[in-house]
């Protein structure tokens, strides 16, 4: 049966009764070590349009190392979102970057990590 909606393919298995696949992974982007944010010097926003939604579903906390970055080599993609902006720094379109810490609250909490067993 053919799905118009499939992303794939595959080829019929001959009289042999074998059929062999590979799997080739295609990514969106270089495997890079360290990302810095591509805004200029004191402006703090989100890089992908998704940021929001995606803070609201916990994503901050379960991935940090996208989301907001590990605060040395990586920025995170998703500062604003995730309430980690620097105090005082500006959106890109040069409103305020309100976060905890300009209001005088505690950053979001981190979830806490689950103990392995």
Known sequence: M??????????PVGAGGVKWSMTKWIHKGAF?????????EG?????D??????????ECEKNPAYMTGDGRENDGHCA???????????RLDG????????????P???AAEEPEF
Do not use: I
């Open 2 to 11: 053919n799905d118009p909606q499939s992303l794939h393919g595959g080829c």
């Open 32 to 40: 890079s070590r360290g990302h810095k944010m591509k805004f200029p």
């Open 43 to 47: 402006v703090c926003d989100d890089e």
């Open 49 to 58: 349009a998704n940021c929001a939604g995606w803070a609201k579903s916990g």
């Open 80 to 90: 604003f979102s995730c309430g980690t902006c620097p105090r005082g720094s500006k």
């Open 95 to 106: 409103t305020a970057a309100a976060t905890p810490a300009d209001a005088g609250e505690a």
């Open 108 to 110: 979001p909490a981190r």
